[in-house]
């Protein structure tokens, strides 16, 4: 900094000689010259640095105390401004890459989005580039409420959108709607059909027809509990079904495993490639986009430019790093293939029975065909196998048809 | 009739020489000398520096001594210093 200073300021370097060169130093100190860098050369003379403008004076203090003061070298002040004066390059370029610097400040050139959920970051910034907030926008030209409000209208999913902007960097915080629950309409006809065939084991009809008894079998699909109830003394209705059915199940599920697999070996050779990314466009600097002619891991790495929290300007230095692998053939144990292959298969099976689901029995058949592993999962399982089905139009249309036919035979028979 | 150091009033007194206005006050830290109230340089090389003070001179000895900072009132002197003597 200090250098930066004299550089600027300019200083001349100086060289007193006389009997008691010393004296020099109090008169300067005494007239508050500043000086700095005193050295020494021998009994009779020393080298000193002071401001350019105060050589005059120092040559003048000399002389009252019988010494000679000579100016050794000049540097910065005058000098650095009639050499940038000829070579205009030297002060035009820092002055428009701080005017660019300045302008890029009034550019978007970062959007982050926070606090949304369920509605996608891209949904966001597309609601927003349609308010006209988007990457390489002027901000001033824009206000943030009106385009929290224009957000805010064109996604129905988000109560609230607040939108600050610092320097170049927009961020947009969101607050989504409270989802309302589903209702449960029991006007809705329905029925309840069978996930899964199996040998029932316990029926509880709470609403609805039951057509199956305890101890009877039932397939996949067919309906364990009809919608249509007959009455007695009212006649034949249409409800919402519902009621519980377990049953014992059987499961035979099967996984198969490859005996061998490739895996990475790293040959040693690495690579590291910069670029750098201005707005949409990459400059490169180096030749091929794939040095290494093998197989290889990349890395990559951005480092946005900018000042951290402030703003960001439109350019990204980009670092890939590589190493070069190639692929090797090695062969799996049986043991592991086998635990990993019935891991598995207890998963699936454990996703396939649900919450309630139990496995009463089970076991495990391994096996190898053609260089895989094979294993069979039988299991006897107990689990509740209804599930409703919501009555199609069409359905209900032909339901009610035939309510009305029996009516009017009832009528007509009374 | 001669003038008296005003050191050697003070000791008569028995007052502090420090509460003295213009004494010279030494400080010596780690390669570091700082003389207050000094009355300029009498002499001025790279192993001997020799202060002025109101009542004498300080001579400081050692080797790659330089003279960092200087104003009216004080001074610093930087380097490897060997003796301090009080003349």
Redesign the interface.
């Known amino acids: 900094m200090e250098r930066l200073s004299d550089l600027i300021r300019g200083c001349a370097e100086m060289r007193i000689t006389g009997a008691e060169p010393e004296r020099v130093i109090n008169a300067c100190c005494e007239a508050g010259i500043d000086f700095w860098g005193v050295e020494a050369e021998d009994e009779f003379s020393l080298v000193m640095s002071v401001r350019q403008s105060r050589t005059g004076e120092v040559k003048t203090l000399a002389e009252k105390c019988l010494c000679e003061a000579e100016t050794l070298r000049l540097r910065g002040g005058r000098r650095v401004a009639s050499r940038a004066g000829s070579r205009p390059v030297l002060w035009i370029l820092p002055l428009v890459l701080a005017g660019i610097l300045a302008a890029s400040t009034f550019f978007v050139w970062r959007i982050d989005v926070t606090g949304n959920v369920t509605v996608s970051d891209t949904e966001i910034l597309n609601a927003l580039a349609d308010s006209g907030v988007y990457i390489g926008a002027f901000w001033p030209g824009f206000s943030n409420e009106l385009t929290a409000s224009a957000v805010t209208a064109a996604i129905p999913e988000l109560k609230w959108v607040g939108i600050s902007t610092f320097g170049s960097r927009v961020t947009v915080r969101v607050r989504e709607k409270t989802r309302i629950p589903e209702i449960f309409d029991e006007s809705l006809p329905a029925r309840i059909v069978a996930v899964r065939g199996g040998l029932i084991e316990q029926m509880g009809a709470l609403r609805g027809n039951p057509l199956f008894e305890n101890g009877q079998t039932a397939a996949q699909g067919d309906v364990l509990i009809d919608a249509l109830v007959p009455g007695k003394f009212e006649g034949a209705r249409i409800v919402r079904a519902a009621g519980y059915v377990t049953a014992r199940t059987w499961y035979e599920l099967t996984a198969v495993m490859p005996l061998s697999r490739t895996v990475k070996e790293y040959t040693g050779e690495t690579y590291t490639a910069m670029a750098l990314r201005l707005g949409d466009r990459r400059i490169n600097f180096y030749r091929s986009s794939r040095i290494l002619h093998t197989m290889c891991d990349n890395i990559v790495q951005e480092k946005k430019l900018g000042v951290m929290g402030q703003f960001e300007l439109p350019a990204a230095l980009i670092t890939e790093a590589g190493r070069g692998y190639t692929l090797k053939t090695v062969t799996v144990d049986r043991d592991e293939a086998k635990k990993t292959l019935e891991a598995l298969l207890e998963s699936t099976l454990k996703t396939k029975l649900g919450a309630g689901g139990r496995v009463l029995s089970s076991e495990f058949i391994f096996g190898e065909a053609e260089g895989r592993a094979v294993v069979t999962l039988l299991a006897e399982c107990r689990q509740n196998i209804a599930r409703e089905e919501l009555l199609t139009e069409k359905e209900i249309a032909a339901l009610s048809a035939e309510l009305e036919e029996t009516d009017d035979r009832e009528d007509n028979g009374g | 009739m001669k003038k008296l150091p005003a050191y050697k009033i003070a000791a008569a007194l028995h007052i502090p020489a420090v509460t003295l206005p213009g004494s010279p006050r030494l400080t010596l830290t780690a390669g570091e000398l700082l003389c207050e109230n000094h009355a ?7 192993d001997c520096v020799e202060i002025r003070t109101r009542d004498g001179y300080v001579r400081v000895s050692g080797s790659s001594l ?7 009132e004080e ?1 610093t002197v930087r380097g490897f210093v060997a003796a301090v003597e009080i003349c």
């Open positions: 300029g340089l009498q002499k001025y090389s790279g330089e003279l960092t900072a200087m104003n009216r001074l």
